[in-house]
């Protein structure tokens, strides 16, 4: 099958032993928190706040960090490609509980021992939420300075661990900052909490670390559960606030109005800077978090990245959290899924099309990208599979097996 859809390609113009060994070569960031659903492993946390969600109660969740290793240990078994894995504060390693405005890279230390034995590359996130001085609903913006003051030193400190993760492992590390700060109802003041945040962030970015080491993103929303009226870092306000600082913005295809598109953002982006971050996950109605499907929108954002050469540019992470099922497959579901839309991407003759677009040819431009549509893909992503040492369209018999020699004993 697969020999007869590499000739079918071929007439397109398309080189699919190429296209497989570019897939293999795009890192995607998986993210760690798929495992236990957001919880982290500091002892005195309380539940997920900040307006995300976690639903579901699916039996097998990862309760400390032996659990979540071994776990991931299973879900890159089932992944092709080149992987980093994405870490939050709260899941450092600690004899006991560090302040989360006193970590330090000694606390990532198992992390990056664990990561380097695979070859995996780090990233990193502040964690301005599920904590006690985030009760309010604001951190950065706050208006109260000892809470603003806080989540400062936090974010001193997370791009601290970021900068050394990145020296350490010898491939820059992204750090994103991501809050919450929002109100449930109609503000009194739209301006002061963006003036604090903007103050916020500079006093953090003005601690200097090489580019070599870490890259600076921040992540807007558009709103979250329990601050549906106003959030103070809004897509505008982050975007002229990368574009002025020198460092950059993360799209996350969750948090804009639901016919906004990121595939769009992507390409006006990469006019203005030389890298965007992306969280790529699905949202239903909301900011869901759901996984990641083979979906339309998911194989537009895969032809931007590359259609334009972008690579090295977009920076891809995901995140998506579902506890209503099998939490092995949801996390193995959506990672498989993102590959699949770039081996898709990367088996469409783009310069063609490109070619029927600048000289007006839309007709025959509608015609075959309808008809690209049907060719053998299937084919090239088993034949990719198989290279990549990674189990084929029955890989879930390997997660069955899974819960029920490990998952099923975690009461
Ligand atoms: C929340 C943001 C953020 C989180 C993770 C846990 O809306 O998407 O990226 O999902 O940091
Ligand atoms: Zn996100």
């Not at 006193?102 to 034995?117: R, S, T, Y």
């Not at 574009?243 to 598109?261: C, F, K, M, Q, S």
């Not at 029927?356 to 007709?363: N, P, V």
Request: hydrophobic content about 40%.
């Amino acid at each position: 099958m697969y020999d007869s859809a590499k000739t079918l390609y071929k007439e397109w113009g398309v080189d699919t032993e190429k296209a497989m060994k570019k897939c293999a070569s795009i890192p995607v960031s998986l993210h760690c928190w798929q495992g236990d659903d957001v919880t982290g492993f500091e002892k005195s946390a309380g539940p997920l706040s900040g307006g995300i969600q976690t639903t579901g109660n699916y039996p097998g969740k990862a309760r400390n960090k032996d659990e979540l290793m071994k776990d991931l240990d299973v879900v890159y078994s089932l992944i092709p490609g080149k992987k980093r894995l994405n870490l939050h504060t709260h899941y450092a390693i600690t004899d006991s509980e560090v302040p989360r405005d006193q970590v330090a890279p000694e606390h990532f230390k198992a992390w990056l021992d664990w990561a380097k034995k695979r070859k995996i590359g780090l990233d990193f996130n502040a964690t301005p939420f599920s904590h006690p001085m985030a009760s309010s609903g604001m951190t950065l913006s706050s208006p109260d300075n000892k809470v603003r003051d806080y989540w400062i030193r936090h974010c001193k400190a997370t791009r601290k661990i970021a900068a050394w993760l990145g020296e350490q492992q010898g491939s820059p590390c992204l750090h994103d900052i991501w809050i919450p700060d929002g109100l449930k109802d109609i503000p009194a003041d739209r301006l002061g909490p963006r003036e604090r945040l903007r103050d916020a962030l500079d006093e953090i970015y003005s601690v200097k670390y090489s580019k070599e080491h870490i890259i600076d993103v921040v992540e807007s929303k558009l709103f979250g559960i329990g601050l549906e009226s106003y959030t103070a870092g809004s897509s505008e306000f982050y975007i002229a606030y990368a574009a002025t600082r020198g460092i950059y913005v993360l799209l996350d295809n969750g948090h804009y109005h639901p016919t906004e598109l990121v595939s769009d953002k992507i390409p006006a982006l990469l006019s203005i800077f030389d890298k965007v971050a992306l969280h790529v996950t699905r949202s239903v109605h909301w900011d869901s978090d759901h996984v990641v499907l083979f979906a339309d929108e998911i194989k537009e954002i895969a032809k931007e990245i590359i259609r334009n050469k972008a690579e090295d540019k977009v920076l891809i992470g995901l995140d998506y959290f579902d506890a209503s099922i099998n939490r092995i497959a949801a996390w193995a579901v959506g990672a498989r899924n993102f590959q699949k839309a770039l081996l898709y991407a990367l088996l469409i003759p783009h310069d063609k099309l490109k070619q029927l677009q600048d000289s007006g040819q839309f007709s025959k431009l509608m015609v075959l990208q309808e008809e690209i549509k049907t060719l053998p893909f299937g084919a090239v992503w088993e034949e990719y599979l198989k290279r990549q040492n990674v189990p084929g369209a029955d890989w879930f018999g390997q997660v069955e097996k899974y819960e029920k020699d490990v998952l099923s004993g975690r009461k």
